[in-house]
Every structure is written in C-alpha cells, then in structure tokens.
C-alpha cells in the first residue's frame, strides 16, 4: 500500500518561514508529478504549486517568489520551502501525487494534509 505523509506545518508569525514535506513509501516505482494543494476555513481548495517528474515547477500567482518546490527522487520526498508567510496563508496543505506502484500503474495518491497556521 503507497501512502503519502505530510509534515512540517505548524504555528509561525507573518513572515516567518516553514519547510513542508511529502514522503512516499510502500511499494513505489516511480513518482511523477506533485501537487500542493491548500484549503483555508470558508474557501475552496486551490492548487498551490506543482512540480513535475523532470524537475519543471509551478506556482499560484499569489506565492511566486515566495514558495519553492523541490524533490529528492532517491528519497522519495518533495519539499515545499515556505518563506515570507502571511496571514492569508493560512490553511490545510495536502500533497498529491502521480505513482507508479505495484500495480506499474500511474496512480493519484492523497497524504492526510498538514496545517499552517500565520498569526501574530
């Protein structure tokens, strides 16, 4: 069974920084593409980033220059590295990703999501 795990989030003050993770284990060929999404109490779920299985990112306009995405493939692990955090960040980060697993199927996995909390 893959599973993903979210960790790293917490309490921090308007423009502190947080570094999340995302781990796979289980039985896991190959991982494609990771996605970061976000839900704030009220709102829609949005996408936040995105990073791709060549390395290629992506970001929602409102962390660019702010959010970095990175993978170690060898570890199978992604890492969002958060900096000048503000209010509005404030939410249940999740990561999904594309897998290769036992099945040598591609596949969309959930972690369990992490939350972020910017408040004086």
């Known amino acids: 069974q893959v599973q993903l795990v979210e960790s790293g989030g917490g309490l921090v003050q308007p423009g502190g920084s947080l570094r999340l993770s995302c781990a796979a284990s289980g039985t896991v060929f190959e991982i494609h593409t990771v996605a970061w999404h976000r839900q704030a109490p009220g709102k829609q779920r949005e996408l936040v980033a995105t990073?791709?299985?060549?390395?290629?990112?992506d970001y929602q306009d409102s962390v660019k220059g702010r959010f970095t995405i990175s993978r170690d493939n060898a570890k199978k692990m992604v890492y969002p590295q958060m900096n000048s955090l503000k209010p509005e960040d404030t939410a249940v980060y999740s990561c999904?990703?594309?897998?290769?697993?036992?099945?040598?199927?591609?596949?969309?996995?959930w972690g369990q999501g992490t939350q972020i909390t910017v408040s004086t």
């Open positions: 999904n990703a594309e897998i290769k697993d036992r099945t040598s199927r591609i596949q969309n996995y």
């Open positions: 990073i791709f299985n060549d390395g290629r990112t």
